[in-house]
């Protein structure tokens, strides 16, 4: 029998992410819409811990979304479902342009 690969060997570590939103002035609530729909196709995926979007105090059409997924595998299949493709396609009608994603550390530094 042959030797398990040391990297199947190696346990995945979870992925933080806050992804920044902008939306084209005055459509934010098409972003808030948009998340309503999807959020429970996201949360219902293996391997997602939180989805949660928050608006930025004083600034309705600002965002940022929060994501936790248990694994960089996970978040693969995530940014690869069928869903995520169609909303996609949806979002680039009311954002401002791309987002931004900011990768946070697996642990926190104090």
Known sequence: MSQPSQQSQIPSRS???HVHITTLPGRGGEQIAAYE???????AE????QYDLHQVLGDADRFVLVEHWA??????????APHM???????????AG????????ADPVA
Do not use: I, W
């Open 98 to 105: 791309p987002v931004q994603v900011v990768e946070l550390a």
């Open 46 to 49: 293996r391997g997602c811990l």
């Open 15 to 17: 992925v933080r992410l």
């Open 37 to 43: 729909r999807l959020a429970p196709l996201v949360r």
């Open 85 to 95: 493709t169609e909303a996609a396609a949806v979002n680039s009608a009311f954002r």
């Open 71 to 80: 694994s960089r595998e996970a978040l693969a299949a995530h940014d690869a």
